[in-house]
């Protein structure tokens, strides 16, 4: 054959209509709102994606959009050695991957689990013979493909995994790796989840004070935003104090004034006609650690009370 010929030869592949590319192959399970955010992620970025889902429409949408659609969970997984998984909960995970062969497979799970649950489904997987990764998704799925959108994917199990798969992971949204126990990456996702929805409580009460009033919440709002951002910087003090030990270190409202001041937030709550039982066990906490002897310091002792 001539070296002319010997370009112009057709691919297999491209003859069969199948796209040539150097991206990973990619199998997905799961394709609820995250999920579909998932694989239109890789889609986009050229990775050939093979997709299963118990409610098979949904697989269809996306084989429209250039996936594979499996005809069973075991084919998917059979398909690529990369398996990402992201279910309802960890009894789905379970049930989905029953019966799969998973000898030579990575298994990345991006359900959220409790750290106990990934631990244990770590130890499930390698039994299995397949290596295992847990993921922890800090994003909606807006922000899933959308870069500059801030979402982020927490890691944690094998490291030559991620490391072997960290340019294809890190395609949907950012990837960080937070450490070799499985279960890291559920309590990171925890902890800062947790922190959000304390968030949300507080501000769900500065919405309430204002409800009766003749005034706009589109108002308060960005004020609101901004004062939640300035005191945002805390928890860096908080961190900073609860590895040195020392709760007195640079206090500028002690724990004795904040404590003195809770009356009048639940005086005003009920001349609001507003709950206060979004504040009530934070602030009895705090009294707590002031009866402890915790006058001096600022808030990092609140913790301490919370570990059983």
């Not at 969970?73 to 989905?96: E, G, K, M, R, Y």
């Not at 497979?105 to 013979?129: C, F, I, Q, S, Y």
């Not at 030559?160 to 890291?184: C, I, K, N, S």
Request: net charge negative.
């Amino acid at each position: 054959m001539t070296q002319h010929s010997a370009e112009n030869a057709e691919n297999p592949a491209e003859k069969a209509g199948e796209k040539i590319t150097d991206k990973a192959p990619v199998t997905l399970l799961g394709l609820g709102a995250m999920g579909t955010a998932l694989a239109r992620a890789w889609l986009a970025a050229g990775h050939p994606l093979t997709v299963w889902n118990r409610t098979p429409a949904r697989a269809a949408a996306l084989a429209a959009e250039g996936a594979k659609a499996a005809d069973s969970a075991a084919a998917a997984v059979a398909a690529n050695p990369l398996v990402v998984v992201c279910l309802l909960d960890d009894a789905s995970v379970a049930d989905t991957l029953d019966g799969t062969d998973l000898t030579g497979k990575d298994l990345v799970n991006l359900t959220t689990t409790t750290p106990a649950e990934a631990r244990a489904r770590a130890r499930w997987a390698h039994e299995r013979g397949a290596r295992y990764l847990d993921g922890g998704i800090m994003a909606v799925p807006p922000m899933i493909g959308a870069p500059g959108a801030g979402g982020y994917v927490l890691h944690s199990g094998s490291r030559e995994l991620f490391e072997q798969h960290r340019e294809t992971l890190a395609t949907p949204a950012g990837a960080t790796y937070v450490g070799t126990d499985p279960g890291f990456a559920a309590l990171y996702d925890m902890a800062l989840l947790g922190a959000m929805y304390g968030m949300f409580a507080g501000a769900a009460h500065a919405f309430a004070l204002i409800r009766k009033e003749d005034i706009d919440p589109v108002a308060l709002a960005p004020l609101l935003a901004d004062w939640l951002v300035a005191m945002a910087p805390s928890v860096h003090r908080t961190a900073a104090n609860l590895r040195g030990g020392d709760y007195t270190e640079g206090v500028v409202s002690s724990l004795a004034m904040q404590v003195a001041g809770t009356p009048a937030f639940l005086r005003a709550a009920e001349e609001q006609g507003a709950s206060a039982e979004l504040l009530r066990p934070y602030f009895d906490l705090m009294r707590r650690r002031l009866d402890e002897g915790g006058g001096d310091e600022d808030l990092t002792g609140v913790v301490d009370l919370l570990v059983r």
